[in-house]
């Protein structure tokens, strides 16, 4: 990829029938980057020449996104479950020789986050999340202006082949109506960064994947989130919150209590932009991630 000179790439396998596709660079202690929804690594190039200088970088496309493997989805959507999808990640850095490592997550990305340092806690040694709340307090307060806002919620969750149906259709339209109609509009994607974007979501099996991701997330992933809350499982490792002045989680949750209530040791705050952090504010989620992952902590 032309985002990243020098990079190398991989490809792992993760699962009987699944591979991951990833980059690697830079020089560091390991740093695992997952992107969101309808995006790929990409989203990343803006801020890793920066980051490149103090870690090793891991760049992904999560399972059903980007050059990654696309399974069919089945009957639980559990091939699609957060808990698998952090499986992937786990192997991939394992099988890159990490055994510990911090994450740097957004969007959906920062939801297989939040379950591979629940499930791997060990493995996640710190955890920045960028423009989520839990999923589990995003369903469970969800309102009118919530479901107005994030309409792909609701749309993608509709029984196979509909929405399927639709995005095939036109794949180019449904990614410009997802991330074009946010506070930023088109301007903070770059011309590689949104070919790479319109070129994957038209690839086969991809529509049918992001529908599954979120079935995933409105079943199985809250029966997981559930479990834990019942059972008193909180996140023990730091974790930084970050999110856009500018867009629908400020608006609608109050996302540093909602990551309080799921972790023990939680700093955030937001930044002056939307939705897409890294792309739209990147000097500033740098002054802010930096000092974090470089910082010691108790344990260590």
């Known amino acids: 990829m032309s985002l990243y000179p020098g990079y ?14 990833c980059l690697t ?9 997952l992107h969101g929804h309808p995006q790929t690594k990409a989203i990343w190039h803006k801020v890793a020449p920066v980051l490149a200088r103090h870690f090793t970088l891991v760049l992904p496309d999560l ?10 989805g089945d009957a639980d959507h559990a091939l699609y479950a957060k808990r698998t999808m952090a499986a992937d990640m786990l192997s991939v850095m394992q099988q890159l020789g990490h055994a510990r490592f911090q994450v740097l997550a ?13 499930d791997h806690a060990q493995a996640v040694q710190r ?22 806002a994030y309409w792909h919620w609701f749309f993608l969750i509709q029984p196979s082949p509909l929405p399927e149906r639709l995005i095939e ?27 790479d974007y319109e070129r994957c979501i038209a690839l086969p099996g991809a529509a049918h994947a992001m529908c599954e991701d979120y079935r995933a997330a409105a ?3 809250l029966q997981h989130d559930r479990a834990d809350r019942e059972a008193g499982r909180r996140l ?30 939680v700093q955030g705050s937001a930044l002056p932009c939307g939705h897409y952090i890294a792309e739209e504010a990147p000097e500033q989620l740098l002054d802010r991630v930096l000092p974090f992952l470089q910082s010691p902590h108790q344990g260590e």
Request: aromatic share 8%; charged share 20%; proline share 9%.
């Open 106 to 118: 957004h969007d959906r990305g920062a939801r297989v986050a939040h379950r591979l340092a629940a």
């Open 169 to 195: 259709a036109d794949p180019s339209a449904y990614l410009h109506d997802v991330m074009g109609r946010r506070s930023a509009g088109l301007s903070p994607f770059a011309p590689e960064a949104w070919a």
């Open 236 to 265: 023990p490792m730091p974790v930084l919150a970050l999110w856009g002045t500018q867009g629908v989680v400020q608006r609608c949750f109050n996302p540093l209590a909602e990551w309080q209530r799921v972790a023990d040791d």
């Open 25 to 33: 660079g830079g020089d560091g202690p390991p740093l695992l980057l």
């Open 8 to 21: 190398t790439s991989h490809l792992l396998t993760t699962a009987p029938g699944v591979q991951i596709a």
């Open 63 to 72: 399972r059903g996104y980007g050059d990654s493997s696309k399974p069919a």
């Open 127 to 148: 955890l920045v999340v960028l423009d989520i709340a839990p999923t589990l307090a995003m369903y469970e307060q969800t309102n009118e202006a919530f479901a107005r």
């Open 219 to 221: 079943g199985i992933d």
